[in-house]
């Protein structure tokens, strides 16, 4: 008997003193504002839960790409990850939507305003798929960059551009406008425009810096492509894991992380495309009858993507807030 009390005891002297530690990792180099901001809710969750949730980040792709931190979130070697476009819709199509090439041009402002009016439609298609959401990050508007100079969308074809391996809309892009893809990791880019495996690639200005592309590309081209975002998701069974009475505490710490990024994201993009003026990156321009074949585009690629990568339903509910 004083054994099983004695055996008891130590048990809940274990379960007084266990750890959640959330391991989760991101492409988002150290020293970024996001990089940054997931090391204040580190410490504030460890602050507010005294200790018994933490949060171990992986930064810079240490992890591997986004296809390869998913899958090991699937598997349990990791509870979560910062995930942009392509692997967010590898777990929601729908979210997709929201990066259909030509429809904001160059208002992120409204961008950001209908994510988050869209954000509980979408929250509900992560939880059906096993994952939580603790908030959708604005990364920017996307640009194309090159190594060649390219002033109108017809100068486009024949160039060797990048295309995330395994992404459905860009694909679908790239069809419709008669380009030369090259599919890649995303980490292998920089490499692959240093030996001229790529001339050309695509990301918002945060992106095209941190990643270090700003040092092998001569072009920007001004003439946004679409509208980038990110979501912090943890599997669900990882999400059940943190003790109930912490899961509160867990959500707003994340909002405002997420909320901090957001607003420093804003000016980052601001300063990244500054910097690439006067490191002496060439803007271009397209004409303005591009426009109507961007929109022309636009049409074509979702009829080949709507009840496919995304569901009819988001797609109504984005064209009904882009009219609102």
Known sequence: MKRILLIGSLLCTFS?????????????????????????????????????????????????????????????????????????????????????????????????????????????????????????????????????????????????IWQWEGDDLVTALIKEMNLVSVPLPLPDVLSSLTTGVVEAAYAPPIGIVALQWNTKIKFVVDFPLSYSIGAFLLSNKAWQSIPVKYQQIVKDAAKKCVEMANNNTIQDNIEALAAMKSQGVQFLKFPEKDTKIAKDLRVKIIAKLKGKLFSPEALSKLEKNLKG
């Open 16 to 160: 007084l003193y266990a750890e959640t530690i959330l391991k989760v990792a991101t492409l988002a180099p150290e020293g970024t504002n996001w990089a940054d901001a997931l090391k204040k809710l580190s410490k504030e969750l460890s602050e507010k839960t005294n200790g018994e949730v933490k949060l171990k980040m992986y930064f810079g792709g240490s992890q591997g790409d986004e296809p390869d931190v998913l899958r090991k979130v699937r598997v349990g070697q990791l509870h979560g990850g910062i995930f942009t476009g392509k692997t967010l819709g590898d777990v929601n199509g729908d979210v997709r939507v929201m990066e259909l090439p030509f429809t904001f041009d160059s208002d992120r402002a409204k961008a950001l305003k209908i994510m988050i009016e869209m954000a509980p439609f979408f929250e509900i298609g992560f939880e059906k798929n096993q994952f939580t959401n603790l908030g959708f990050f604005e990364i920017g508007i996307v640009y194309f960059v090159s190594q060649k100079k390219t002033e109108n969308i017809e100068m486009l074809k024949g160039l060797k």
